[in-house]
Structures are given as C-alpha cells and as structure tokens.
C-alpha cells in the first residue's frame, strides 16, 4: 500500500535531476507525447515523489489543454511546478534534445529512400508499434481509473470520442470539448463549494 506523501516529505528535485530525468524520458520514449506520460509519471511520482498523483494528473488536464506538442507541455508544466521558470526551461530542453539530435542526424546521414527500403529500418519499427500502443494505452486507463471513471461514466469519455471521431462539422472539433468541460468543471467545484460554506 503506498504511503500518502504530505508536502514536507517531498524530496526537492535539482536542475539537474529534473534535465537528466526527462533527456532520459525522451531518449527512450517512442510513440509521442500520450506514450511518455505513463514514463513521466512513473519518475516524478511514484519513483522520485516530486508530485502527489492528484498534482500531476492536474498539470496533465493543463498540458493537454495548452496547444503545443504534449511532450514538452507536460514537462514544462512539471518543472514549473517544481521550480518555477528554471525548471521548465531545464525540462523542456530534457524533453526536446534527444528527438531533435536524432532528427538532425537521420537529416544529415540518411535519405528517405534509405529509410524506407532498409529491412532492418522496417523490421525495427515493426516491432517497435506495438510496445507504442501499449505505452499510449496504459496511462489512459490508469488516468481514467485515478479521476474515478467507472462503468457509469465511461460514456462520457467514449461519446467525446466517437464525436470527434465523427468528422461532423463543429461537433467534431476537440476544443469544444475541452471549453465544455473545464466549464462544467468550474461550476461544480463553485457548487460544492457553496454547499461546503452553508
């Protein structure tokens, strides 16, 4: 059973901690920004205690609402959160030089045509997909289970999906969806609060 961490107990993460653990994240991460969040999380909170879970499944609402690649979203909203301006800057650089310095290499030593018809290339990427949609589907599920989605309201999450799936016109645009429920949100928490102070 994992211990609840009070905001004393939390071990302070260096500039150089948070460079070196997100360079390691985006070294090893393949698949985009959904595929390193279980990564992120895994280090920030469960190995090294930074954030409580409810901490960084809010910094992943904010990452994911922000435009921008999530990747860096997330690691700029974590190192914020730990050490403000500085740390983002550090994590962000963390996050990004790993893929830029592989694209710049595949740019300067590798031709498409090269890429596309090595069977080495192809088998690699082959194998690679699905540990990517394993990675990109297990922090859906451990999100959905940790803001308390159940067999109740899962039809929420699933209906959002198939509208924006859709293509229908308006229906279909994801930022409808985030506005609606970041003001659903805030009425409720105004509600409970209400409620709370009567």
């Given amino acids: 059973m994992k211990q609840t961490i009070t ?11 948070l460079f070196v653990t997100f360079f390691k994240i985006g070294s090893f991460t393949f698949g985009g920004g ?5 990564i992120i999380e895994r280090e920030v909170v469960d190995k090294r205690r930074w954030l409580t879970k409810t901490e960084f499944l809010d ?3 904010v990452a994911q609402a922000l435009p921008g690649i999530l990747a860096v979203n997330i690691a700029v909203a974590v190192g914020d959160s730990l050490r403000r301006r500085t740390g983002a800057t550090v994590s962000a650089l963390g996050a990004i030089l790993p893929s ?3 694209i710049l290499i595949i740019a300067v030593f590798l031709t498409p045509d090269m890429i596309k018809n090595s069977p080495t290339v ?8 699905p540990a990517v949609v394993a990675l990109i589907i297990a922090p859906v599920i451990t999100t959905g289970k940790s803001v308390g989605i159940n067999w109740r309201t899962i039809v929420i999450p699933v209906g959002v999906a198939l ?12 930022i409808l969806y985030i506005v609606i429920g970041g003001l659903v949100g805030y009425l409720i928490e105004r509600k409970n609060r209400k409620e709370a102070a009567q």
């Fill in 7 to 17: 905001p004393t107990e939390k071990p302070q993460a260096t500039l150089w901690q």
């Fill in 34 to 38: 959904w595929a390193m969040i279980a």
């Fill in 59 to 61: 910094l992943l609402s």
């Fill in 100 to 102: 830029f310095t592989m």
């Fill in 122 to 129: 192809n088998a690699i990427f082959k194998g690679i997909r």
């Fill in 163 to 174: 509208l924006v799936w859709s293509h229908w016109p308006v229906v279909s645009n994801p």
